[in-house]
């Protein structure tokens, strides 16, 4: 099993700066990507970014690319999510995500992926 803890949430103003941290533990070493996700007050949990294991490869939504970053810590098993301009439009419940085999930087279905964390608020006001 893999557990994944996110932080560093909290609220900021349009066009301000948040970094989003999610620490992996357990059976890391089966992982073979991360990602996030985020979802808003009644609305699908959408894809936002996804991250090899080794931290090579990257892949963003479109609504996100050139504002968001994800890269990977100094500690091997944690994952950042920089994010930067934010927007009204980027207030959501922000997940952390992880899978095994086969799973693609790419992959922006939820079934896709295996773990889950709790999730952290990210509020942007206007």
């Known amino acids: 099993q893999v557990q994944l803890v996110e932080s560093g949430g909290g609220l900021v103003q349009a066009g301000g700066s948040l970094r989003l941290s999610c620490a992996a533990s357990?059976?890391?070493?089966?992982?073979?990507?991360m990602g996030w996700f985020r979802q808003a007050p009644g609305k699908e949990r959408e894809f936002v970014a996804g991250?090899?294991?080794?931290?090579?490869?990257?892949a963003y939504s479109d609504s996100v690319k050139d504002r968001f970053t994800m890269s990977r810590g100094n500690a091997r098993s944690t994952v950042h999510l920089q994010m930067n301009s934010l927007k009204p439009e980027d207030t959501a419940v922000y997940y952390c995500?992880?899978?095994?085999?086969?799973?693609?930087?790419?992959?922006?279905?939820?079934?896709?992926?295996?773990?889950w964390g709790q999730g952290t608020q990210v509020t942007v006001s206007s």
């Open positions: 991250m090899s294991w080794s931290g090579g490869r990257t």
């Open positions: 357990g059976r890391t070493f089966t992982l073979y990507g």
């Open positions: 995500a992880a899978g095994g085999p086969g799973l693609r930087v790419e992959a922006a279905r939820r079934s896709e992926y295996d773990y």
